[in-house]
C-alpha cells in the first residue's frame, strides 16, 4: 500500500462529505462560499497529488491511469466552479431569488455532489459505483429544484423520475455483469472490482454480458443525456442555478459516460461478446444529429447550450464507439475539451442571465456593446464550442472525423453533416447574442472573469500545443480502452 | 423434480409478477395503494426465502427494510398525504384496461423470452428468478408510462425497484445487496418527501398541450 497515494484518496471523499456536513451547519452565507471554494481547492490539490503517488487497488477503490485524469479534471472544474459560485449567489441573494437557509442548502448539496462524482469516479465495485451515481443524481435533483418556481420543480421533477429510471436500468445491469462473474471469479467483492473483472472478462459467459451491456449502455446512457433519454437533460440546464448547469454540463455527464467506458471495457475484454462499438456510434450519431436540429429555434439561452452538451456528449460517445487509438484518444480530448468550455461558457451565461434578468435570447441581444467583457468572453466559448480553430475543440473534432473517414466514410459523412449544423445554429445565435441591437440593461455587474477566461484560455492553448507527455499519456490510455 | 427451496421461491416471485399485473389496471388511488403493499409484502417474503436458503443473513435486513419501510410505511404516509391533498379519485389512464393487460402480458412473456436463453448455464433458481425479476421491472415501467399522477408514477417506479431488489437477493453471493436497497430506501422517502413538500401532482392533473409547452419552458414569459 503506497502511503501518500492513499492519504490523497481518502482526502478525496473525505474533505468533501465533512465539508458538506459543516456546510449544514453553518449559516453565515458568505463564509459558506468560502468555505465551499477552499474545500475544492484542497480536493484539487490531493487529486493532483495521485498523479505523482497511487495507490494500489482495492476492493473498494481503484486509480489507474484512466480515471486519474478524470478525477483531476473533475475537482479543477469543482473548484473553478466554486469560485464562479460565490460571486454568482452573492447576487442571487442580493435580488431574493435564494434566501440564506436554500444558500445553506445549496452548498452542503454542492460538496455532496462532489464527493458523490469522486466516489463513483474512484470505485473500484460496480455497486458502490452505482451507489455513488445515484447518490450524484439525488443531488443534483434537489438543487436544480432549488428556485421553487413551477418551472424549476417540473424539471426536477422529470429529472428525478428519468434519472431514477436510468439508475435502475443500470442497477440491472450490474447485476447481470455480477452474475456473470461470479461463476469464473467467486461470489463476494472480487466479482464486482473493475481490475478482476477486465483481468478474467473472457472468461465470463458472453450472452449474459451482452444482455448486460444494453441495460448499462440504457441506464447510465439517460445520465449522460443521449438522445432520445434525454429529455431531462435541457430542462434541468436551464431551470437550475446556473453554476448547478457548468457542474451538469461539465461533471456529471462525464461521470456516466465514464461508467459506460468501463463497461465498454469489460465487453472489448471479452471475444465472445457482442461488439459494443456500434450500439454506441448509433446513439452517438443520433444525439449528434437531433441536438444539432434542435440547436436552431431556442430561444432559452441556457436550453441552447444544453441541448449543444447533448452534441458533444454524442460527439464523444461516437468516437469511443468507433474505437482504436485515433478515435479513442480524439474522445479523451473531448471530454477534458468540453468539460472545460461549456463550464466556462455557463460561467459567461450566469453572468449574462444575472446583468440582464432574463433567460431569453431575444431579451439579451449586443451584448459585446453593453458588457463588453462577458460579451466577448461568450463569443469566444462559443467559436470553441462551435468547433473553429484555433481552438481545442477543432482538434478533437477533426480527429474524430479523419479517424471515421479512414474507416466508415458513410458514417463521417453524417457526423459531419451534424457538425456542421450546429456550428451554423450556434453562429446564428451568437450574431444576435453578440452583434445583435443591445437589448435589456446595460448596467455594470460584479463578477469574476478569472474562471471563465481561465478554462478558454486552456482550451486555446490545447488547440494550439498539447504537451508532449499528456498526448502519450493520453496515447496509452487510448490504446487500453480497446 | 425441483426441490422444495425452489418451489418456494418461484410462487413467491412469481406471485410478485402476478401483483404486478394486479397493479397495472387499479385505477383508485387508495386500491393502488394497497395492491403495492401487499408486492412489498411478497417482496419481504422472496428476500427472507433467499436469506434462508443462501444461509445469507445481511439478506434479512433487506426484507426487514421491504416490509417495514415499503410494505408499511410508506403506503400509510403515501395514504395520508392523498388523504390531505384531496385527490383521492380515479387515475386518468392513457391507454385503456384491455390494451394494457395485454401489454403487461407481452412484456412478461419478453422477459422470460429474454432471460432464459441468455442464462442457460447458472441453475433453474437463478434463472426463474432473474426472469421474474425483469418482468417486474419491465411492468413497473408500463406503469410509470401509462400514468399521469405523480403519486402513481411513484407507485410504478417502487414496484420496479422491488423487482431489481428481488433480482439482487436472486444472486447468489452478492454483495451490497443491503447497501443498495438502503440506497433505493432514501430516494423513495425523498420522492414521497418531495410530492407532499411540493404537491408536485397538482401539475400533473391536466394535460393539455398548452402546459406542456409551459413545461418544456419554451412558451413562457
Known amino acids: 500500500m503506497n502511503g501518500t497515494g492513499f492519504v490523497a484518496v481518502t482526502a478525496l471523499l473525505v474533505i468533501p462529505a465533512t465539508t458538506a456536513l459543516l456546510l449544514g451547519l453553518l449559516s453565515s452565507h458568505q463564509f459558506s462560499a468560502r468555505l465551499n471554494v477552499g474545500a475544492t481547492l484542497l480536493s484539487l490539490l490531493a487529486a493532483v497529488t495521485l498523479f505523482k503517488a497511487r495507490p494500489e487497488p482495492n476492493l473498494y477503490l481503484l486509480v489507474d491511469d484512466f480515471n486519474v485524469y478524470l478525477i483531476v479534471l473533475n475537482n479543477l472544474v469543482s473548484f473553478t466552479t466554486s469560485v464562479f459560485s460565490a460571486s454568482y449567489i452573492a447576487h442571487e441573494l442580493a435580488i431574493g431569488r435564494l434566501t440564506p437557509s436554500y444558500l445553506r442548502f445549496y452548498h452542503a448539496m454542492y460538496q455532496a455532489l462532489m464527493f458523490a462524482m469522486n466516489l463513483a469516479l474512484l470505485a473500484n465495485n460496480i455497486g458502490l459505483l452505482w451507489v455513488a451515481i445515484e447518490l450524484a443524481t439525488l443531488t443534483t435533483v434537489l438543487m436544480v429544484g432549488i428556485y421553487r418556481t413551477p418551472e424549476a420543480l417540473e424539471a426536477a421533477w422529470k429529472y428525478f423520475i428519468l434519472g431514477s429510471l436510468g439508475v435502475a436500468l443500470a442497477l440491472f445491469g450490474t447485476i447481470l455483469v455480477y452474475l456473470a462473474a461470479q461463476p469464473v471469479v467467486g461470489e463476494g467483492l472480487p466479482a464486482m472490482a473493475w481490475h478482476i473483472l477486465i483481468a478474467k472478462a473472457n472468461a465470463f459467459d458472453p450472452a449474459l454480458l451482452n444482455l448486460a451491456f444494453v441495460f448499462l449502455l440504457l441506464g447510465y446512457g439517460t445520465k449522460v443525456g443521449l438522445a432520445p433519454l434525454h429529455a431531462w437533460l435541457p430542462d434541468a440546464h436551464a431551470e437550475g442555478p446556473t453554476p448547478i448547469s457548468a457542474v451538469l454540463s461539465g461533471l456529471l455527464l462525464n461521470v456516466a459516460l465514464y461508467a459506460v467506458l468501463r463497461f465498454k471495457m469489460l465487453m472489448s475484454a471479452n471475444a465472445a461478446a457482442l461488439a459494443p462499438g456500434p450500439l454506441m456510434v448509433g446513439l452517438g450519431l443520433v444525439s449528434v444529429l437531433f441536438a444539432s436540429l434542435m440547436l436552431y429555434r431556442r430561444n432559452d439561452i441556457k436550453r441552447l447550450f444544453a441541448y449543444s452538451s447533448i452534441e458533444h456528449m454524442g460527439i464523444i460517445t461516437f468516437a469511443f464507439g468507433m474505437g482504436g487509438p485515433l478515435a479513442n484518444f480524439a474522445g479523451l480530448l473531448h471530454i477534458a475539451l468540453h468539460s472545460l468550455t461549456k463550464s466556462g461558457i455557463f460561467f459567461a451565461v450566469g453572468q449574462i442571465t444575472q446583468a440582464k434578468g432574463s433567460q431569453r435570447i431575444s431579451q439579451i441581444q449586443g451584448l459585446t456593446e453593453t458588457h463588453p467583457r462577458l460579451g466577448w468572453g461568450l463569443t469566444l466559448g462559443v467559436v470553441a464550442i462551435a468547433g473553429m480553430p484555433p481552438m481545442g475543440i477543432f482538434l478533437s473534432e477533426f480527429l474524430v472525423v479523419s479517424a471515421t473517414v479512414a474507416r466508415e466514410p458513410l458514417l463521417a459523412l453524417l457526423l459531419v453533416a451534424g457538425l456542421l449544423l450546429a456550428f451554423g445554429a450556434l453562429l446564428l445565435r451568437l450574431h444576435g447574442l453578440a452583434f445583435g441591437e443591445p437589448q435589456g440593461s446595460a448596467a455594470p455587474v460584479q463578477a469574476s472573469y478569472l474562471p471563465m477566461f481561465m478554462h478558454l484560455a486552456l482550451v486555446l492553448v490545447a488547440g494550439i500545443w498539447l504537451p508532449a507527455p499528456l498526448v502519450a499519456w493520453f496515447n496509452h490510455v487510448a490504446a487500453r480502452l480497446g | 423434480?425441483?426441490?422444495?427451496?425452489?418451489?418456494?421461491?418461484?410462487?413467491?416471485?412469481?406471485?410478485?409478477?402476478?401483483?404486478?399485473?394486479?397493479?397495472?389496471?387499479?385505477?383508485?388511488?387508495?386500491?393502488?395503494?394497497?395492491?403495492?403493499?401487499?408486492?412489498?409484502?411478497?417482496?419481504?417474503?422472496?428476500?427472507?426465502?433467499?436469506?434462508?436458503?443462501?444461509?445469507?443473513?445481511?439478506?434479512?435486513?433487506?426484507?426487514?427494510?421491504?416490509?417495514?419501510?415499503?410494505?408499511?410505511?410508506?403506503?400509510?404516509?403515501?395514504?395520508?398525504?392523498?388523504?390531505?391533498?384531496?385527490?383521492?379519485?380515479?387515475?386518468?389512464?392513457?391507454?385503456?384496461?384491455?390494451?394494457?393487460?395485454?401489454?403487461?402480458?407481452?412484456?412478461?412473456?419478453?422477459?422470460?423470452?429474454?432471460?432464459?436463453?441468455?442464462?442457460?448455464?447458472?441453475?433453474?433458481?437463478?434463472?426463474?428468478?432473474?426472469?421474474?425479476?425483469?418482468?417486474?421491472?419491465?411492468?413497473?415501467?408500463?406503469?410509470?408510462?401509462?400514468?399521469?399522477?405523480?403519486?402513481?408514477?411513484?407507485?410504478?417506479?417502487?414496484?420496479?425497484?422491488?423487482?431489481l431488489i428481488l433480482a439482487a437477493a436472486g444472486a447468489r453471493g452478492m454483495p451490497l445487496v443491503v447497501e443498495i436497497s438502503i440506497a433505493f430506501s432514501v430516494l423513495i422517502a425523498l420522492i414521497v418527501i418531495g410530492i407532499f413538500l411540493f404537491r408536485i401532482q397538482e401539475r400533473f392533473d391536466t394535460v393539455e398541450m398548452q402546459m406542456l409547452d409551459t413545461f418544456r419552458g419554451e412558451r413562457q414569459r
Do not use: C
Request: glycine letters at 6%; hydrophobic letters at 65%.
Open chain 2, 1 to 163: 423434480m425441483h426441490s422444495l427451496a425452489f418451489d418456494i421461491a418461484h410462487l413467491l416471485a412469481g406471485g410478485m409478477v402476478v401483483v404486478s399485473l394486479l397493479l397495472l389496471y387499479q385505477d383508485r388511488l387508495y386500491a393502488l395503494l394497497n395492491v403495492y403493499a401487499l408486492h412489498a409484502l411478497l417482496l419481504a417474503l422472496a428476500v427472507s426465502w433467499q436469506a434462508y436458503i443462501q444461509h445469507a443473513a445481511h439478506l434479512y435486513v433487506t426484507a426487514a427494510i421491504a416490509l417495514v419501510f415499503k410494505a408499511i410505511l410508506i403506503p400509510t404516509v403515501l395514504h395520508r398525504i392523498i388523504q390531505r391533498l384531496g385527490i383521492h379519485r380515479t387515475i386518468e389512464q392513457v391507454v385503456g384496461v384491455g390494451l394494457n393487460m395485454l401489454a403487461g402480458v407481452a412484456l412478461v412473456a419478453l422477459a422470460i423470452l429474454v432471460m432464459l436463453p441468455v442464462t442457460a448455464t447458472a441453475t433453474a433458481l437463478v434463472r426463474e428468478d432473474l426472469a421474474f425479476a425483469l418482468a417486474v421491472v419491465l411492468l413497473g415501467l408500463l406503469i410509470m408510462i401509462t400514468r399521469r399522477n405523480a403519486v402513481s408514477q411513484v407507485v410504478g417506479f417502487m414496484s420496479l425497484e422491488n423487482g
